[in-house]
């Protein structure tokens, strides 16, 4: 029988491993100071731009490099619909982190899309607020319950890095007990909550998409499958490897570089957000820009489809 001594020993082993795997997901702010809180959506966030503003750091210039170079949007041309986009930042980051580039990316999507289109950001366990953003800004009645005839439609995204990742699914569970569809969720290198699913994406979502790595500590969710799949078209899960591919994480400590590099690779790549903006700019835009089919290096499970969706069946609306 072992003693009580070594099971205490070993609880305690597991707990430091499991304390360290989450100060190692922490961005560790270092010479850049964490920004005051505030709402991307706001009227400052427009000249918070990343792809204009100067003082964005270089690695997460680079992160969005390839989305920074993409036209603009024509606003004249009416080519932008209405839709909610929400993103979640990963481990216990704020969600008005600046040294995450879930956080930029939605003031740069604030910039490309304008009003038309509302963007927020949240910690992933903020879904409590989240939720309270939804049922404003669809306007719900007093249950929060959606009927389809309330309002036109107004098409809802969710996006998220690793626990940011796995709580779009949760997010969109919650939103298919109230009958709320969802158009897209994007997966990045998502990383499993404890009794959480972020493998089953529900039946509520019409598209989705995962990317993922499979080294480090924390390796990404590899596959996510339909619950329906007559009513969720799984775009595709895509594997991202970064063995012969130097990307800048610079916005992270050396601890995070040195021993979750991975996981913060694929979070910086600049392909995956271009992948990303391709993605979203195919549900808002009326005459988006075709996504590549591809990546030509990494392996994945199926090709980006064209970038829209009109010919899949939209999802349940209840």
């Given at each position: 029988?072992?003693?009580?001594?070594?099971?205490?020993?070993?609880?305690?082993?597991?707990?430091?491993?499991?304390?360290?795997?989450?100060?190692?997901?922490?961005?560790?702010?270092?010479?850049?100071?964490?920004?005051?809180?505030?709402?991307?959506?706001?009227?400052?966030?427009?000249?918070?731009?990343?792809?204009?503003?100067?003082?964005?750091?270089?690695?997460?210039?680079?992160?969005?490099?390839?989305?920074?170079?993409?036209?603009?949007v024509q606003f004249a041309n009416r080519d932008v619909r209405k839709a909610l986009i929400i993103g979640f930042v990963g481990g216990f980051?704020?969600?008005?982190?600046?040294?995450?580039?879930?956080?930029?990316?939605?003031?740069?999507?604030?910039?490309?899309?304008?009003?038309?289109?509302?963007?927020?950001?949240?910690?992933?366990?903020?879904?409590?607020?989240?939720?309270?953003?939804?049922?404003?800004?669809?306007?719900?009645?007093?249950?929060?319950?959606?009927?389809?005839?309330?309002?036109?439609?107004?098409?809802?995204?969710?996006?998220?890095?690793?626990?940011?990742?796995?709580?779009?699914?949760?997010?969109?569970?919650?939103?298919?007990?109230?009958?709320?569809?969802?158009?897209?969720?994007?997966?990045?290198?998502?990383?499993?909550?404890?009794?959480?699913?972020?493998?089953?994406?529900?039946?509520?979502?019409?598209?989705?998409?995962?990317?993922?790595?499979?080294?480090?500590?924390?390796?990404?969710?590899?596959?996510?499958?339909?619950?329906d799949p007559a009513r969720t078209e799984v775009v595709g899960n895509f594997h991202m490897t970064y063995q012969d591919r130097d990307i800048?994480?610079?916005?992270?400590?050396?601890?995070?570089?040195?021993?979750?590099?991975?996981?913060?690779?694929?979070?910086?790549d600049p392909r995956v957000w271009d992948q990303v903006a391709s993605l979203i700019d195919s549900e808002v835009l009326a005459h988006p820009?075709?996504?590549?089919?591809?990546?030509?290096?990494?392996?994945?499970?199926?090709?980006?489809?064209?970038?829209?969706?009109?010919?899949?069946?939209?999802?349940?609306?209840?």
């Amino acid at each position: 029988m072992q003693s009580k001594q070594a099971i205490e020993r070993r609880a305690t082993g597991r707990a430091h491993s499991v304390f360290l795997l989450l100060l190692l997901m922490q961005p560790f702010p270092r010479q850049l100071a964490i920004a005051q809180v505030q709402n991307v959506s706001s009227a400052d966030a427009e000249h918070a731009d990343p792809c204009q503003d100067p003082s964005t750091p270089a690695a997460l210039k680079e992160a969005l490099r390839l989305v920074c170079s993409r036209d603009p949007v024509q606003f004249a041309n009416r080519d932008v619909r209405k839709a909610l986009i929400i993103g979640f930042v990963g481990g216990f980051v704020r969600r008005d982190n600046i040294k995450q580039p879930e956080v930029l990316f939605a003031r740069y999507l604030f910039g490309r899309y304008g009003a038309t289109v509302h963007v927020e950001i949240f910690g992933n366990h903020d879904g409590k607020r989240a939720l309270a953003e939804v049922i404003e800004r669809l306007n719900l009645k007093g249950n929060g319950v959606f009927i389809a005839s309330d309002k036109e439609p107004v098409k809802i995204i969710l996006y998220g890095h690793s626990w940011g990742a796995s709580q779009t699914l949760a997010f969109a569970r919650e939103l298919q007990w109230r009958g709320i569809p969802v158009a897209l969720t994007i997966q990045i290198d998502s990383v499993k909550k404890f009794g959480r699913d972020d493998r089953t994406v529900p039946e509520n979502v019409a598209r989705a998409v995962n990317f993922y790595q499979r080294k480090g500590l924390t390796p990404g969710q590899s596959r996510i499958v339909p619950a329906d799949p007559a009513r969720t078209e799984v775009v595709g899960n895509f594997h991202m490897t970064y063995q012969d591919r130097d990307i800048n994480c610079d916005n992270y400590h050396w601890l995070s570089r040195v021993f979750n590099r991975p996981h913060h690779e694929i979070e910086n790549d600049p392909r995956v957000w271009d992948q990303v903006a391709s993605l979203i700019d195919s549900e808002v835009l009326a005459h988006p820009r075709l996504a590549p089919s591809r990546f030509p290096d990494d392996n994945q499970d199926s090709a980006l489809a064209p970038a829209t969706s009109a010919a899949h069946p939209r999802a349940a609306t209840h």
